[in-house]
């Protein structure tokens, strides 16, 4: 991949950003949301691993680098209007959320007007992140 044009189709944000969608690439359950920056986005495809900005630390967070659990890029999609992308991943580790869950969509609205936690933690997030720092 030595031309990076394909990045000009993007339509970024007025922060230079664009949202990015992670999906398991066996089970179609979406993982996550994050941001990517011009810089990020050509880090993914080329290094073929999930790397996104980090909007709180103001810095390129390439997944999995404090937890181990890395997203391994299966595909790559652009959607219509060209203002989000499509990360088809591989998650290493079976978790997504820092919460230590699969996904960080683990709340659902309930017929009340409450969010309902759905899905169980999987890895205690002070466990993850203690030993991965």
């Known amino acids: 991949m030595s031309s990076e044009d ?7 944000n007025s922060d230079g950003l664009v949202a990015a969608i ?4 066996q089970t179609g359950k979406i993982l996550m ?11 993914t495809a080329r290094e073929q ?6 909007r709180s630390r103001s810095r390129l967070w390439r997944k999995g680098e404090s937890s181990g659990h ?3 890029l299966i595909e790559l999609r652009l959607d219509c209007d060209g203002d989000s992308v499509l990360l088809v991943v591989e998650q290493l580790g079976g978790i997504a959320c820092h919460t230590g869950r699969e996904s960080c969509f683990y709340r659902k609205l309930d017929q009340q007007g409450e969010w309902q936690v759905t899905d169980a933690v999987i890895k205690d997030p002070d466990t993850i992140y203690s030993s991965h720092s």
């Not at 949301?33 to 880090?43: G, I, K, V, Y």
């Open 70 to 72: 890395q997203q391994k």
């Open 49 to 54: 691993q999930a790397v996104y900005w980090s």
């Open 33 to 43: 949301q994050a941001w990517m920056n011009r810089e990020a986005l050509s880090l």
């Open 22 to 25: 992670a999906q398991d690439h």
């Open 6 to 12: 394909w990045l000009d189709a993007v339509k970024w």
